[in-house]
Protein backbone atom coordinates (compact mmCIF):
# COMPACT_ATOMS: atom_id res chain seq x y z
CA UNK A 1 0.00 0.00 0.00
CA UNK A 2 1.18 3.86 -0.77
CA UNK A 3 1.95 6.30 2.14
CA UNK A 4 -1.24 7.64 2.43
CA UNK A 5 -3.72 4.62 1.72
CA UNK A 6 -3.62 2.76 5.26
CA UNK A 7 -5.72 2.88 8.50
CA UNK A 8 -5.05 1.30 11.94
CA UNK A 9 -8.24 -0.54 12.85
CA UNK A 10 -8.08 -0.83 16.76
CA UNK A 11 -10.79 -2.53 18.94
CA UNK A 12 -10.37 -1.60 22.33
CA UNK A 13 -11.18 -2.22 26.12
CA UNK A 14 -8.29 -4.96 25.83
CA UNK A 15 -5.94 -3.90 29.28
CA UNK A 16 -2.59 -4.14 27.36
CA UNK A 17 -0.22 -7.14 29.32
CA UNK A 18 3.16 -8.53 28.83
CA UNK A 19 6.57 -6.73 28.07
CA UNK A 20 7.93 -4.76 25.23
CA UNK A 21 11.51 -4.11 24.28
CA UNK A 22 12.25 -0.19 23.23
CA UNK A 23 14.14 0.90 19.90
CA UNK A 24 16.96 2.93 19.04
CA UNK A 25 15.83 6.31 19.13
CA UNK A 26 14.59 8.00 16.16
CA UNK A 27 15.79 12.01 17.53
CA UNK A 28 18.96 10.54 18.04
CA UNK A 29 19.66 8.41 14.91
CA UNK A 30 18.97 11.03 12.51
CA UNK A 31 21.03 13.56 13.74
CA UNK A 32 23.80 10.75 14.32
CA UNK A 33 23.55 9.52 10.32
CA UNK A 34 24.06 13.40 9.23
CA UNK A 35 27.06 13.77 11.36
CA UNK A 36 28.25 10.63 9.98
CA UNK A 37 28.33 12.41 6.80
CA UNK A 38 31.01 13.98 8.01
CA UNK A 39 34.31 11.23 8.85
CA UNK A 40 37.04 10.18 6.67
CA UNK A 41 36.49 6.61 7.23
CA UNK A 42 33.77 4.26 7.75
CA UNK A 43 31.36 3.83 10.85
CA UNK A 44 28.60 0.96 12.19
CA UNK A 45 25.87 2.01 13.64
CA UNK A 46 23.61 -0.86 15.54
CA UNK A 47 20.20 -0.27 17.59
CA UNK A 48 19.39 1.70 14.34
CA UNK A 49 14.97 2.06 14.81
CA UNK A 50 13.69 0.40 11.01
CA UNK A 51 11.12 3.17 11.08
CA UNK A 52 10.17 5.64 7.89
CA UNK A 53 12.21 8.54 8.78
CA UNK A 54 15.33 6.54 8.94
CA UNK A 55 14.94 5.21 5.81
CA UNK A 56 13.84 8.79 4.22
CA UNK A 57 17.52 10.05 5.57
CA UNK A 58 19.18 7.05 4.66
CA UNK A 59 17.43 7.82 0.95
CA UNK A 60 18.80 11.17 1.38
CA UNK A 61 22.27 10.54 2.35
CA UNK A 62 22.82 8.14 -0.55
CA UNK A 63 21.73 10.78 -2.52
CA UNK A 64 24.73 12.65 -1.82
CA UNK A 65 27.25 9.68 -2.63
CA UNK A 66 27.77 8.07 0.73
CA UNK A 67 27.47 4.10 0.70
CA UNK A 68 25.00 2.15 3.14
CA UNK A 69 24.70 -1.59 3.89
CA UNK A 70 21.57 -2.16 5.92
CA UNK A 71 21.10 -5.21 7.79
CA UNK A 72 18.63 -6.52 9.93
CA UNK A 73 20.48 -7.72 13.26
CA UNK A 74 18.52 -10.72 15.43
CA UNK A 75 17.40 -8.11 18.08
CA UNK A 76 15.07 -6.61 15.50
CA UNK A 77 16.55 -3.62 14.85
CA UNK A 78 19.08 -2.12 11.90
CA UNK A 79 22.68 -2.42 11.76
CA UNK A 80 23.54 0.30 9.36
CA UNK A 81 27.20 0.55 7.73
CA UNK A 82 28.08 3.69 6.64
CA UNK A 83 30.86 4.61 3.95
CA UNK A 84 30.68 8.18 2.96
CA UNK A 85 34.29 8.83 1.69
CA UNK A 86 32.54 9.25 -1.76
CA UNK A 87 30.10 11.79 -1.22
CA UNK A 88 30.33 13.85 -4.48
CA UNK A 89 27.90 16.68 -3.95
CA UNK A 90 27.48 19.47 -1.24
CA UNK A 91 23.84 19.52 -2.44
CA UNK A 92 20.67 18.04 -0.59
CA UNK A 93 18.23 19.20 -2.51
CA UNK A 94 16.30 16.03 -3.43
CA UNK A 95 12.42 15.11 -3.06
CA UNK A 96 13.18 13.43 0.12
CA UNK A 97 14.85 16.13 2.10
CA UNK A 98 11.35 18.45 2.35
CA UNK A 99 9.89 15.38 3.66
CA UNK A 100 11.40 15.28 7.06
CA UNK A 101 12.63 17.84 9.26
CA UNK A 102 16.03 16.72 10.32
CA UNK A 103 17.18 16.86 6.61
CA UNK A 104 18.36 19.93 7.91
CA UNK A 105 21.36 18.82 9.69
CA UNK A 106 22.90 18.21 6.10
CA UNK A 107 23.56 22.21 6.61
CA UNK A 108 25.95 21.59 9.31
CA UNK A 109 27.27 18.31 7.95
CA UNK A 110 27.87 19.57 4.84
CA UNK A 111 29.25 23.05 5.64
CA UNK A 112 31.98 20.52 7.50
CA UNK A 113 32.96 18.14 5.02
CA UNK A 114 32.66 20.33 1.65
CA UNK A 115 32.69 24.23 3.14
CA UNK A 116 29.17 24.45 0.97
CA UNK A 117 25.88 23.22 1.48
CA UNK A 118 22.76 23.75 -0.40
CA UNK A 119 19.39 22.42 1.08
CA UNK A 120 15.81 21.80 0.27
CA UNK A 121 13.67 24.08 2.94
CA UNK A 122 13.05 20.80 5.89
CA UNK A 123 9.25 19.10 6.32
CA UNK A 124 8.17 17.13 9.54
CA UNK A 125 5.09 17.77 11.56
CA UNK A 126 3.23 20.75 10.92
CA UNK A 127 2.00 22.47 14.02
CA UNK A 128 3.88 25.39 13.32
CA UNK A 129 5.98 27.68 11.59
CA UNK A 130 9.03 25.44 12.62
CA UNK A 131 11.89 28.17 11.39
CA UNK A 132 15.38 27.45 11.43
CA UNK A 133 16.50 31.06 12.23
CA UNK A 134 18.51 29.84 15.27
CA UNK A 135 20.53 27.77 12.97
CA UNK A 136 21.53 30.11 10.46
CA UNK A 137 22.60 32.90 12.46
CA UNK A 138 24.86 30.97 14.68
CA UNK A 139 26.44 29.51 11.07
CA UNK A 140 26.31 33.79 10.31
CA UNK A 141 28.36 34.12 13.60
CA UNK A 142 30.90 31.03 12.35
CA UNK A 143 31.46 33.07 9.69
CA UNK A 144 28.84 31.12 7.18
CA UNK A 145 27.91 33.20 3.74
CA UNK A 146 24.35 33.44 3.06
CA UNK A 147 23.38 31.82 6.06
CA UNK A 148 20.21 34.78 6.19
CA UNK A 149 16.56 33.47 6.78
CA UNK A 150 15.53 36.17 4.28
CA UNK A 151 17.61 34.87 1.30
CA UNK A 152 15.75 31.52 1.23
CA UNK A 153 14.81 31.49 -2.55
CA UNK A 154 12.53 29.28 -3.78
CA UNK A 155 12.78 27.18 -0.64
CA UNK A 156 16.69 26.00 -1.40
CA UNK A 157 19.45 27.60 0.71
CA UNK A 158 22.92 27.81 -0.09
CA UNK A 159 25.56 28.44 2.26
CA UNK A 160 29.52 28.93 2.38
CA UNK A 161 31.67 28.10 4.96
CA UNK A 162 34.50 30.59 3.99
CA UNK A 163 35.94 28.28 6.12
CA UNK A 164 33.87 28.28 9.33
CA UNK A 165 35.46 29.66 12.81
CA UNK A 166 34.40 29.30 16.61
CA UNK A 167 32.09 31.38 17.91
CA UNK A 168 30.16 31.97 20.91
CA UNK A 169 26.44 31.83 20.07
CA UNK A 170 23.60 32.15 22.42
CA UNK A 171 20.60 30.48 21.72
CA UNK A 172 17.87 33.13 23.17
CA UNK A 173 15.34 29.89 22.58
CA UNK A 174 16.61 26.66 23.88
CA UNK A 175 16.09 24.12 19.91
CA UNK A 176 17.39 20.75 19.93
CA UNK A 177 17.98 20.96 15.76
CA UNK A 178 19.97 24.28 16.45
CA UNK A 179 22.28 22.81 19.31
CA UNK A 180 22.98 19.52 16.72
CA UNK A 181 23.23 21.69 13.99
CA UNK A 182 26.07 23.73 15.52
CA UNK A 183 27.84 21.17 17.06
CA UNK A 184 28.19 19.61 13.42
CA UNK A 185 29.20 22.73 11.87
CA UNK A 186 31.77 23.72 14.67
CA UNK A 187 33.64 20.08 15.05
CA UNK A 188 35.83 21.22 12.15
CA UNK A 189 35.88 25.23 12.60
CA UNK A 190 38.55 26.58 13.18
CA UNK A 191 38.48 27.38 17.07
CA UNK A 192 36.15 26.79 19.86
CA UNK A 193 32.63 27.28 19.60
CA UNK A 194 30.89 27.57 22.87
CA UNK A 195 26.83 27.06 23.09
CA UNK A 196 25.30 28.69 25.63
CA UNK A 197 21.15 27.86 26.68
CA UNK A 198 21.89 24.58 24.64
CA UNK A 199 19.18 21.62 24.29
CA UNK A 200 19.88 19.22 27.22
CA UNK A 201 17.84 16.54 25.81
CA UNK A 202 19.11 12.81 25.93
CA UNK A 203 19.29 12.39 21.83
CA UNK A 204 21.58 15.45 22.42
CA UNK A 205 23.88 13.93 24.09
CA UNK A 206 24.06 10.61 22.46
CA UNK A 207 24.98 12.80 18.83
CA UNK A 208 27.96 14.38 21.06
CA UNK A 209 28.60 11.21 22.16
CA UNK A 210 28.80 9.86 18.98
CA UNK A 211 31.04 12.50 17.28
CA UNK A 212 33.71 12.23 19.40
CA UNK A 213 33.68 8.38 18.46
CA UNK A 214 34.39 10.03 15.26
CA UNK A 215 37.03 12.29 16.95
CA UNK A 216 35.25 15.49 17.31
CA UNK A 217 36.36 17.57 20.83
CA UNK A 218 32.80 17.91 22.34
CA UNK A 219 32.61 19.06 25.93
CA UNK A 220 29.37 19.89 28.33
CA UNK A 221 26.48 18.22 26.02
CA UNK A 222 23.63 17.53 28.74
CA UNK A 223 23.87 20.80 30.08
CA UNK A 224 23.23 24.07 29.52
CA UNK A 225 26.72 25.07 27.91
CA UNK A 226 28.90 22.79 25.35
CA UNK A 227 32.24 23.64 24.33
CA UNK A 228 33.29 22.35 21.00
CA UNK A 229 36.79 22.59 19.73
CA UNK A 230 37.62 21.86 16.13
CA UNK A 231 39.88 19.48 14.86
CA UNK A 232 41.19 18.81 11.16
CA UNK A 233 40.50 14.80 10.87
CA UNK A 234 37.91 12.94 11.94
CA UNK A 235 38.84 9.40 11.23
CA UNK A 236 35.79 7.48 12.28
CA UNK A 237 36.29 3.17 11.95
CA UNK A 238 34.37 2.23 14.59
CA UNK A 239 30.58 1.03 15.92
CA UNK A 240 28.46 3.00 17.51
CA UNK A 241 24.66 2.18 19.65
CA UNK A 242 22.37 4.10 19.70
CA UNK A 243 20.47 4.99 22.83
CA UNK A 244 16.53 3.55 23.42
CA UNK A 245 13.72 5.90 22.09
CA UNK A 246 12.56 8.62 24.85
CA UNK A 247 9.15 9.41 23.72
CA UNK A 248 8.43 5.61 22.06
CA UNK A 249 9.34 4.13 25.95
CA UNK A 250 6.38 7.01 27.28
CA UNK A 251 4.13 6.23 24.75
CA UNK A 252 3.79 2.37 25.83
CA UNK A 253 3.86 4.09 29.16
CA UNK A 254 1.09 5.77 28.28
CA UNK A 255 -0.59 2.95 26.40
CA UNK A 256 -0.59 0.74 29.07
CA UNK A 257 -1.46 3.01 31.63
CA UNK A 258 -5.06 4.07 29.49
CA UNK A 259 -6.27 0.39 29.26
CA UNK A 260 -5.47 -0.22 32.86
CA UNK A 261 -3.05 -2.80 32.06
CA UNK A 262 0.44 -4.49 33.24
CA UNK A 263 3.22 -3.44 30.97
CA UNK A 264 6.99 -4.26 31.45
CA UNK A 265 9.17 -1.64 29.01
CA UNK A 266 12.54 -3.18 28.53
CA UNK A 267 15.33 -1.61 26.76
CA UNK A 268 14.75 2.04 28.68
CA UNK A 269 17.08 4.54 30.62
CA UNK A 270 14.66 5.09 33.24
CA UNK A 271 15.86 8.09 33.98
CA UNK A 272 15.18 9.83 30.38
CA UNK A 273 11.47 8.49 31.79
CA UNK A 274 11.37 10.43 34.81
CA UNK A 275 9.07 13.46 33.65
CA UNK A 276 6.45 11.31 32.69
CA UNK A 277 7.27 8.86 35.49
CA UNK A 278 7.14 11.39 38.47
CA UNK A 279 3.43 12.73 37.11
CA UNK A 280 1.93 9.24 36.25
CA UNK A 281 2.86 8.46 40.04
CA UNK A 282 1.18 11.95 41.06
CA UNK A 283 -2.20 10.25 39.00
CA UNK A 284 -2.47 7.65 41.12
CA UNK A 285 -0.30 5.20 38.76
CA UNK A 286 2.69 2.39 40.12
CA UNK A 287 5.67 2.74 38.15
CA UNK A 288 8.69 0.22 38.86
CA UNK A 289 11.92 0.90 37.62
CA UNK A 290 15.02 -2.19 37.21
CA UNK A 291 18.39 -0.96 35.52
CA UNK A 292 16.70 -0.89 31.89
CA UNK A 293 13.32 -1.61 32.88
CA UNK A 294 10.30 0.22 33.75
CA UNK A 295 7.02 -1.25 34.69
CA UNK A 296 3.55 0.15 34.15
CA UNK A 297 0.57 -0.59 36.35
CA UNK A 298 -2.18 0.34 38.79
CA UNK A 299 -3.32 -0.59 42.26
CA UNK A 300 -6.95 -1.90 41.85
CA UNK A 301 -7.50 0.23 44.70
CA UNK A 302 -6.38 3.26 43.22
CA UNK A 303 -7.96 5.62 41.82
CA UNK A 304 -6.46 7.53 38.83
CA UNK A 305 -6.56 12.00 39.72
CA UNK A 306 -5.54 14.13 36.88
CA UNK A 307 -3.27 16.90 37.51
CA UNK A 308 -1.18 19.49 35.45
CA UNK A 309 1.48 19.38 32.76
CA UNK A 310 3.36 22.03 31.10
CA UNK A 311 5.66 20.89 28.31
CA UNK A 312 9.60 22.37 28.87
CA UNK A 313 13.00 21.42 26.83
CA UNK A 314 14.52 18.52 29.16
CA UNK A 315 14.81 17.62 31.55
CA UNK A 316 10.94 19.37 31.37
CA UNK A 317 8.28 17.53 30.43
CA UNK A 318 8.53 16.29 26.24
CA UNK A 319 6.31 18.11 24.06
CA UNK A 320 6.70 15.06 22.02
CA UNK A 321 4.79 13.20 25.21
CA UNK A 322 1.80 16.05 24.92
CA UNK A 323 -0.81 14.62 22.76
CA UNK A 324 -0.81 11.33 24.30
CA UNK A 325 -0.23 12.52 27.72
CA UNK A 326 -3.67 14.18 27.22
CA UNK A 327 -5.53 10.91 26.36
CA UNK A 328 -4.11 9.91 30.14
CA UNK A 329 -5.75 12.98 30.85
CA UNK A 330 -9.23 12.31 29.57
CA UNK A 331 -9.40 9.38 31.63
CA UNK A 332 -8.90 10.53 34.84
CA UNK A 333 -10.89 12.18 37.45
CA UNK A 334 -11.47 15.89 38.05
CA UNK A 335 -10.14 18.71 35.38
CA UNK A 336 -6.60 18.68 34.40
CA UNK A 337 -4.32 21.39 32.45
CA UNK A 338 -1.70 20.82 29.26
CA UNK A 339 0.30 24.04 29.01
CA UNK A 340 1.65 23.19 25.88
CA UNK A 341 5.20 25.69 26.10
CA UNK A 342 7.28 24.66 22.90
CA UNK A 343 5.18 24.57 20.09
CA UNK A 344 2.59 27.42 19.26
CA UNK A 345 0.28 24.87 17.74
CA UNK A 346 0.49 21.12 19.03
CA UNK A 347 -3.52 20.55 19.19
CA UNK A 348 -4.84 20.12 16.29
CA UNK A 349 -5.35 16.26 16.79
CA UNK A 350 -8.40 17.61 19.86
CA UNK A 351 -11.29 17.70 17.12
CA UNK A 352 -9.96 14.08 16.27
CA UNK A 353 -9.76 12.78 20.04
CA UNK A 354 -13.38 14.76 20.35
CA UNK A 355 -14.76 11.94 17.93
CA UNK A 356 -14.02 9.78 20.34
CA UNK A 357 -15.65 12.07 23.47
CA UNK A 358 -13.02 13.98 24.71
CA UNK A 359 -13.99 16.86 26.61
CA UNK A 360 -11.38 19.25 25.86
CA UNK A 361 -11.44 23.09 25.63
CA UNK A 362 -8.16 25.14 24.30
CA UNK A 363 -7.44 28.53 25.17
CA UNK A 364 -4.09 29.64 23.42
CA UNK A 365 -1.58 27.07 24.27
CA UNK A 366 -3.85 26.33 27.52
CA UNK A 367 -5.88 22.95 26.94
CA UNK A 368 -8.32 22.31 29.69
CA UNK A 369 -9.45 18.51 30.26
CA UNK A 370 -12.48 17.76 32.13
CA UNK A 371 -12.28 13.74 32.94
CA UNK A 372 -14.86 11.45 31.45
CA UNK A 373 -15.65 7.35 31.60
CA UNK A 374 -14.52 6.17 28.41
CA UNK A 375 -13.81 6.63 24.52
CA UNK A 376 -15.89 5.33 22.13
CA UNK A 377 -13.98 4.13 18.88
CA UNK A 378 -14.88 6.10 15.74
CA UNK A 379 -13.24 7.10 12.33
CA UNK A 380 -10.37 9.80 13.40
CA UNK A 381 -6.94 11.04 11.69
CA UNK A 382 -3.06 10.57 12.50
CA UNK A 383 -2.66 14.91 12.13
CA UNK A 384 0.92 14.01 12.76
CA UNK A 385 3.24 11.72 14.35
CA UNK A 386 2.67 12.06 18.14
CA UNK A 387 -0.89 12.86 17.34
CA UNK A 388 -1.35 9.68 15.75
CA UNK A 389 0.56 7.70 18.70
CA UNK A 390 -2.19 9.44 20.62
CA UNK A 391 -5.18 8.35 18.74
CA UNK A 392 -3.83 4.66 19.44
CA UNK A 393 -3.60 4.86 23.18
CA UNK A 394 -7.31 6.30 22.93
CA UNK A 395 -8.31 3.65 20.64
CA UNK A 396 -6.73 0.88 22.74
CA UNK A 397 -8.32 2.29 25.55
CA UNK A 398 -12.34 3.29 24.21
CA UNK A 399 -15.18 1.07 23.62
CA UNK A 400 -15.68 -0.01 20.51
CA UNK A 401 -13.78 -0.33 17.02
CA UNK A 402 -11.45 2.70 16.01
CA UNK A 403 -10.36 3.79 12.91
CA UNK A 404 -7.21 6.01 12.70
CA UNK A 405 -6.29 7.09 8.43
CA UNK A 406 -3.15 8.40 7.75
CA UNK A 407 -1.81 6.25 10.04
CA UNK A 408 1.64 6.30 7.59
CA UNK A 409 2.67 8.90 9.89
CA UNK A 410 2.94 6.90 12.66
CA UNK A 411 5.16 4.41 11.17
CA UNK A 412 7.48 7.57 11.12
CA UNK A 413 8.73 7.16 14.36
CA UNK A 414 7.43 4.02 15.42
CA UNK A 415 9.05 0.69 14.85
CA UNK A 416 6.64 -2.28 14.51
CA UNK A 417 4.37 -0.88 16.24
CA UNK A 418 1.12 -3.06 15.27
CA UNK A 419 3.83 -6.22 16.08
CA UNK A 420 4.49 -4.87 19.21
CA UNK A 421 1.08 -4.08 20.64
CA UNK A 422 -0.29 -7.66 19.21
CA UNK A 423 2.30 -8.91 21.70
CA UNK A 424 0.51 -7.36 24.77
CA UNK A 425 -2.82 -8.59 23.35
CA UNK A 426 -3.98 -5.53 21.53
CA UNK A 427 -6.50 -6.08 18.83
CA UNK A 428 -4.92 -4.23 16.29
CA UNK A 429 -4.71 -4.34 12.33
CA UNK A 430 -3.94 -2.56 9.16
CA UNK A 431 -6.99 -2.15 6.44
CA UNK A 432 -6.87 -0.08 3.47
CA UNK A 433 -7.97 3.99 3.97
CA UNK A 434 -11.02 4.28 5.71
CA UNK A 435 -11.09 7.87 5.53
CA UNK A 436 -13.27 10.41 3.58
CA UNK A 437 -10.72 12.81 3.83
CA UNK A 438 -8.66 14.21 1.07
CA UNK A 439 -4.98 14.14 2.64
CA UNK A 440 -4.91 17.89 3.77
CA UNK A 441 -0.86 17.72 4.57
CA UNK A 442 0.92 20.33 2.31
C1 LIG B 1 13.06 18.43 17.57
O1 LIG B 1 12.48 19.31 16.63
C2 LIG B 1 12.33 17.11 17.42
N1 LIG B 1 12.51 16.60 16.06
C3 LIG B 1 10.84 17.30 17.69
O2 LIG B 1 10.25 15.99 17.71
C4 LIG B 1 10.64 17.91 19.09
O3 LIG B 1 9.28 18.25 19.25
C5 LIG B 1 11.50 19.17 19.26
O4 LIG B 1 12.88 18.90 18.92
C6 LIG B 1 11.45 19.71 20.69
O5 LIG B 1 11.92 18.72 21.56
C7 LIG B 1 13.67 15.98 15.75
O6 LIG B 1 14.57 15.86 16.59
C8 LIG B 1 13.80 15.46 14.36
P1 LIG B 1 13.42 22.76 18.32
P2 LIG B 1 13.20 20.74 16.33
O7 LIG B 1 14.39 23.41 17.41
O8 LIG B 1 14.65 20.59 16.41
C9 LIG B 1 11.73 27.20 17.93
C10 LIG B 1 8.92 14.21 17.05
O9 LIG B 1 7.72 14.01 17.31
N2 LIG B 1 12.79 27.39 16.93
O10 LIG B 1 13.87 22.25 19.64
O11 LIG B 1 12.57 21.26 15.10
C11 LIG B 1 10.66 26.26 17.43
O12 LIG B 1 9.70 26.97 16.64
C12 LIG B 1 9.37 15.59 16.66
O13 LIG B 1 9.82 13.34 17.13
C13 LIG B 1 12.99 28.66 16.40
O14 LIG B 1 12.28 29.60 16.73
O15 LIG B 1 12.67 21.59 17.57
C14 LIG B 1 10.08 25.73 18.71
O16 LIG B 1 9.13 26.66 19.22
C15 LIG B 1 8.21 16.55 16.48
N3 LIG B 1 13.99 28.84 15.49
C16 LIG B 1 11.28 25.69 19.66
O17 LIG B 1 12.28 26.53 19.07
C17 LIG B 1 14.81 27.81 15.10
O18 LIG B 1 15.73 28.05 14.28
C18 LIG B 1 11.89 24.30 19.83
O19 LIG B 1 12.20 23.81 18.55
C19 LIG B 1 14.59 26.52 15.65
C20 LIG B 1 13.58 26.34 16.57
Not at 156 to 183: E, Q, R
Not at 391 to 398: E, R, T
Request: glycine share 10%.
Amino acid sequence: MDESSYSYKITGGVPLKGDINISGSKNAVLGILAAAMMIDGTCTLENVPDIADVRVMIEICQSLGAKFEVNESSEDTLTVFIDPRDINTYEATGPGVSRIRASYYLLGALLSRCGKATLRMPGGCDFGQRPIDLHLKAFKLMGAKGADPRKVNGGVITLNAAPLHGAKVFLDIVSVGATINIMLAATKAQGQTIIVNAAKEPHIVDVANFLNSMGARIKGAGTDTIRITGVSELPGNFTYSIIPDQIEAGTYMVAAATTGGDVTIHNVIPTHMDPLSSKMREMGYTIDEGDDYIRVYKDPEEEIWGTNFKTAPYPGFPTDLQPQTVVLLCLSKGLSKMDEDVWENRYQYIPELSKMGADINIFDHIALVNGIDCFYGAEVRATDLRAGAAMVCAALAAEGTTYISDAYRIDRGYQKIVEKLRALGAQIEVVEDTSSFVDSEA
